[in-house]
């Protein structure tokens, strides 16, 4: 069939005469084309226009002021006027502020019933999210597995992860063959532990195609209590490894598939990391940091990366309302982070301005997301002590001592990485709710 070939007027003339999908598409093309000022235009217009995904887009840019101005409550009411729509994606971004809180009342309850929902409908992305909060909360596990199975047999691979996870470790829930088509489209989908999963699965990937499994029932209301009860558990009160600086561990913080999945949203966001060079007053590239890093931003998130955040902060001591956004740290051989302090020392860069909006970041909790490499332990200079936790145990060290003063023993640096990628993930805390 021979291809019909883009005709940007015609475009332009469809979003001239009101169409609201060719003014998003628009909006998409000069945003492609740096033309920034343009692109908002048209989508506004689009929003205005009532077309969902361009309202959703609209909303991101107003929950974190980019290429608009912040207005967190005009995103808010946009997600809301989606969410009765049943769009998706608002529902997700949604779910994640009522369990955060940010820009509306704190509801994790709403927020569960927003997965709940699409979960029961057999939504792919929402079934694979709710089996992930069922092994936060540590129940229903058979559950959590046919709700796995369910959502990858109709093609979202993050759910194909546990199956292959499992599968190497002994369990015989699926075939051979299931597993190894499992991790071999881990790999080509480029998911980091896709190849070491296909390297240890000995089968002929499966020829005919996989049908859908039967999507579970469950009762909704019985789940939400289960899940509500572990985000609303007492804190994890940890081991006390060191006294100063102030180091707790935390063995077996979250399950281990937390933490491959962790690695899976992270990893098609990563960029390398930067560091803010004084001499240009610009962020650079340096050998004093080497690593790739990414945030969760609201729009990354879902409510098992609010569940472990919020476990993160709690077990620190502090509400979640004052720990920052998760980020994800990645370090290859030859990577590795400089002693430092985590808290914010005056007269750098914007931190006059960060301590006056957030205050002080006293409190660091690491969580670690895989064991399988050589060097990157964490390591604290003096007294020197190093770290290096299991896939899914945790850490927590205080950056500022009762005085108020910063603890110069809190100096620490992740040492160079000399076999095999390194994954933590690491939740910075401020002494007030943080502003972003
Ligand atoms: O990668 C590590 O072990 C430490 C990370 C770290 O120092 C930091 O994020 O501040």
């Known amino acids: 069939m021979a291809q019909q070939q883009f005709d940007p007027q015609q475009l332009i003339n469809q979003a001239r005469s009101g169409d609201t999908t060719a003014q998003y598409r628009l909006a998409a093309l000069l945003s492609g084309q740096n033309r920034k000022d343009d692109a908002i235009l048209w989508l506004k217009q689009a929003a205005a226009g009532g077309h969902t995904d361009a309202r959703y887009?609209?909303?991101?840019?107003?929950?974190?002021?980019?290429?608009?101005?912040?207005?967190?409550?005009?995103a808010v009411t946009i997600l809301?006027?989606?969410?009765?729509?049943?769009?998706?994606?608002?529902?997700?971004?949604?779910?994640?502020?009522?369990?955060?809180?940010?820009?509306?009342?704190?509801?994790?309850?709403?927020?569960?019933?927003?997965?709940?929902?699409?979960?029961?409908?057999?939504?792919?992305?929402?079934?694979?999210?709710?089996?992930?909060?069922?092994?936060?909360?540590?129940?229903?596990?058979?559950?959590a597995d046919k709700l796995f199975f369910a959502s990858a047999t109709r093609g979202d691979i993050l759910a194909?992860?546990?199956?292959?996870?499992?599968?190497?470790?002994?369990?015989?829930?699926?075939?051979?063959?299931?597993?190894?088509?499992?991790?071999?489209?881990?790999?080509?989908?480029?998911?980091?532990?896709?190849d070491d999963f296909v390297?240890?699965?000995?089968?002929?990937?499966?020829?005919?195609?996989?049908?859908?499994?039967?999507?579970?029932?469950?009762?909704?209301?019985?789940?939400?209590?289960?899940?509500?009860a572990a985000i609303e558990a007492k804190p994890n009160v940890g081991e006390t490894v060191?006294?100063?600086?102030?180091?707790?561990?935390?063995?077996?913080?979250?399950?281990?598939?937390?933490?491959?999945?962790?690695?899976?949203?992270?990893?098609?966001?990563?960029?390398?990391?930067?560091?803010?060079?004084?001499?240009?007053?610009?962020?650079?590239?340096?050998?004093?940091?080497?690593?790739s890093n990414m945030?969760?931003?609201?729009?990354?998130?879902?409510?098992?990366?609010?569940?472990?955040?919020?476990?993160?902060?709690?077990?620190?001591?502090?509400?979640?309302?004052?720990?920052?956004?998760?980020?994800?740290?990645?370090?290859?051989?030859?990577?590795?982070?400089?002693p430092h302090f985590d808290c914010l020392v005056d007269g750098q860069m914007g931190a006059n301005e960060e301590l006056q909006r957030s205050g002080q970041r006293p409190s660091t909790v690491l969580l670690y997301l895989n064991e399988d490499y050589e060097g990157g332990e964490t390591r604290f200079c003096h007294p020197d002590y190093s770290y290096k936790g299991n896939s899914g145990d945790a850490i927590h060290f205080e950056s500022i001592l009762s005085d108020g003063t910063i603890d110069d023993q809190s100096l620490h640096e992740s040492v160079e990485v000399t076999s095999g990628r390194k994954w933590i993930a690491s939740m910075w805390i401020r002494d007030k709710v943080y502003q972003y």
């Not at 887009?57 to 107003?62: E, G, I, M, S």
């Not at 390297?199 to 509500?228: N, R």
């Open 80 to 143: 809301e006027q989606n969410v009765e729509k049943g769009h998706g994606a608002s529902c997700q971004l949604f779910s994640v502020l009522k369990a955060t809180g940010h820009g509306t009342e704190k509801s994790w309850s709403v927020a569960l019933d927003l997965l709940l929902n699409p979960a029961a409908n057999g939504n792919p992305g929402a079934m694979r999210e709710l089996a992930y909060l069922l092994i936060f909360a540590r129940c229903e596990r058979k559950l």
């Open 242 to 291: 060191l006294d100063r600086p102030r180091v707790k561990s935390f063995k077996g913080f979250v399950e281990k598939d937390i933490a491959d999945y962790l690695i899976g949203l992270a990893a098609p966001r990563l960029h390398p990391s930067m560091v803010f060079d004084p001499t240009s007053n610009q962020m650079i590239r340096d050998p004093y940091r080497l690593s």
């Open 199 to 228: 390297a240890q699965i000995d089968a002929d990937p499966i020829t005919a195609t996989q049908g859908h499994a039967d999507i579970p029932t469950f009762k909704a209301d019985v789940l939400k209590k289960k899940i509500l």
């Open 295 to 338: 945030t969760f931003w609201p729009e990354d998130q879902d409510l098992l990366v609010c569940a472990v955040s919020e476990a993160m902060c709690v077990a620190a001591g502090y509400p979640r309302e004052n720990g920052e956004m998760l980020s994800l740290l990645h370090y290859v051989p030859g990577e590795r982070y400089e």
């Open 160 to 194: 194909l992860v546990p199956i292959a996870r499992h599968f190497i470790a002994g369990k015989k829930d699926v075939s051979p063959e299931y597993a190894k088509t499992a991790a071999l489209a881990l790999a080509e989908a480029g998911h980091p532990l896709g």
């Open 57 to 74: 887009t609209l909303a991101t840019f107003a929950l974190k002021g980019l290429n608009v101005p912040k207005n967190v409550p005009h």
